[in-house]
């Protein structure tokens, strides 16, 4: 497999539900990143890691917590989430955080019951 | 607060058109301007760049127009095709070290019709 790549690609949750995002690259970069994407709003940064250690947490719930074993793994771990939860969460790399292009993977779509 | 607000929301143009998507920043500091494309049920992708210290930059049907002292930067799409159908996103950044503390503005569904 080449590029990010998300996993699921759909998931339905009630709000009391526990789940996980999982997000693996294979590009060799050293930042990861989740961000957020709802209809009509720009991508919201949500995390950033590089070198596996979390370097930005742009005010974010802690429903929703954030797991990165290694450079290449990126998980989201979601809890407790709200209706207004719902929405695409993107994972990116880069190979550096310095650098400006960021790879995308396609996205979990999340809907929150 | 650092925005980056983008128009037309949306844009249907005929093949061949010039569709053309705007956005303006309020960050001075700001010194990266990607675009990025992203076709349904696919994550967004780079497209085009630009720094401040060119007016113009075109990779193939694609160019950025950049006015520094208007604080705007527009995309330009040459000889539209369907295939160019997607949702097209600017964004800023700035300093060497923040290149991925990207703002993004609110996206522009692009439709080509044939």
């Known amino acids: 497999e080449t590029g990010v790549t998300q996993t699921p690609r759909h998931l339905v949750m009630g709000m009391t539900n526990k789940k996980s995002l999982k997000c693996e690259q294979h590009?060799?970069?050293?930042?990861m990143y989740w961000y957020k994407q709802s209809a009509k709003k720009p991508l919201e940064l949500m995390f950033v890691?590089?070198?596996?250690?979390?370097?930005e947490n742009n005010s974010v719930p802690s429903r929703f917590s954030p797991e990165c074993p290694n450079s290449s793994h990126l998980f989201l771990h979601l809890h407790t989430l709200q209706p207004e939860d719902s929405a695409l969460y993107l994972c990116?790399?880069?190979?550096?955080?310095?650098?400006?292009?960021?790879?995308f993977g396609e996205g979990s779509r999340l809907t929150v019951l | 607060q650092q925005q980056v607000k983008q128009s037309p929301q949306s844009l249907i143009v005929q093949k061949g058109g010039i569709p053309i998507i705007n956005c303006a920043y309020e960050n001075t500091a700001f010194d990266y301007f990607p675009w990025y494309q992203q076709f349904p049920g696919k994550g967004p992708a780079l497209l085009i760049a630009?720094?401040?210290?060119?007016s113009e930059k075109k990779e193939g049907r694609f160019t950025i127009s950049f006015n520094k002292s208007a604080k705007q930067f527009s995309l330009h799409i040459m000889d539209s095709q369907p295939g160019d159908s997607a949702t097209y996103f600017c964004a800023a950044s700035k300093g060497e070290t923040s290149g991925s503390r990207l703002t993004f503005g609110e996206g522009t569904q692009l439709t080509v019709n044939p």
């Open positions: 630009i720094r401040p210290d060119v």
């Open positions: 890691y590089n070198f596996k250690e979390q370097t």
């Open positions: 590009l060799g970069h050293n930042a």
């Open positions: 990116a790399s880069s190979q550096v955080v310095a650098s400006g292009e960021l790879f």
